[in-house]
Antibody, heavy 121, light 113 residues
């Protein structure tokens, strides 16, 4: 069974940092692109970032460029999101989501349960 | 960025009746080289992550009941639930994966009448 376990969320002050992790099991992790999608409380879904299967290509939505960094450790089957200079508007549940193929331009077919990030003073 | 819109915002349908959700993209998500529409539909129930229902606009994900179907091409798409069941109460999102940033529609809430 394919599983994605998101972790690393918590309460942080504005300007602070957090690193999210997503541990994958039941798949050959290195074969698939991976993504982070967030959902602010009571709001819709927002794609945040994606990374190709090799890690050689990364993509970001404009509002997080220069502040967030996506990366992956294929031997450890783990996806990361380093979040710096956090803002109140970054408050959301963050989901990792597996792409259906090696390339980023593919559907998100498996989702983690999500980890809550709260940015507040 | 490609803007995704959905209509209606919410709808209430009697059990066993049809629910239809529309999705429109601000530009075509049809990739000419493979003739595929880069459009997916997801279902999200309260407290749960989204679940993939439909991809390439009309291909049902494995395990998804056949009462869910997707149609459309280019910029206009439809998700149809034929014969609504109680377990279908959820918010439904369309999403384009044609170009980054990938974008979602605002969601359509489906309830039982």
């Amino acid at each position: 069974e394919v599983q994605l376990l998101d972790s690393g969320g918590g309460l942080v002050q504005p300007g602070g940092s957090l690193r999210l992790s997503c541990a994958a099991s039941g798949i050959t992790f290195s074969n698939y692109a991976m993504n982070w999608v967030r959902q602010a409380p009571g709001k819709g879904l927002e794609w945040v970032s994606g990374i190709s299967s090799s890690g050689g290509s990364t993509y970001y939505t404009d509002s997080v460029k220069g502040r967030f960094t996506i990366s992956r450790d294929n031997p450890k089957n783990t996806l990361y999101l380093q979040m710096n200079s956090l803002r109140v508007e970054d408050t959301a549940v963050y989901y990792c989501a597996k792409g259906a193929g090696y390339d980023i331009y593919d559907v998100l077919d498996i989702w983690g349960q999500g980890t809550m990030v709260t940015v507040s003073s | 960025d490609i803007v995704m819109t959905q209509s209606p915002d919410s709808l209430a349908v009697s059990l066993g009746e049809r629910a239809t959700i529309n999705c429109k993209s601000s530009q075509s998500v049809l990739f000419s080289s493979n003739n595929e529409n880069y459009l997916a539909w997801y279902q999200q129930k309260p407290g749960q992550p989204p679940k993939l229902l439909i991809y390439w606009a009309s291909t049902r994900e494995s395990g998804v009941p056949d009462r869910f179907s997707g149609s459309g091409s280019g910029t206009d798409f439809t998700l149809t639930i034929s014969g609504l069941q109680a377990e279908d109460v959820a918010v439904y999102y369309c999403q384009q994966y044609y170009s980054t940033p990938f974008t979602f529609g605002p969601g359509t809430k489906v309830d039982i009448k």
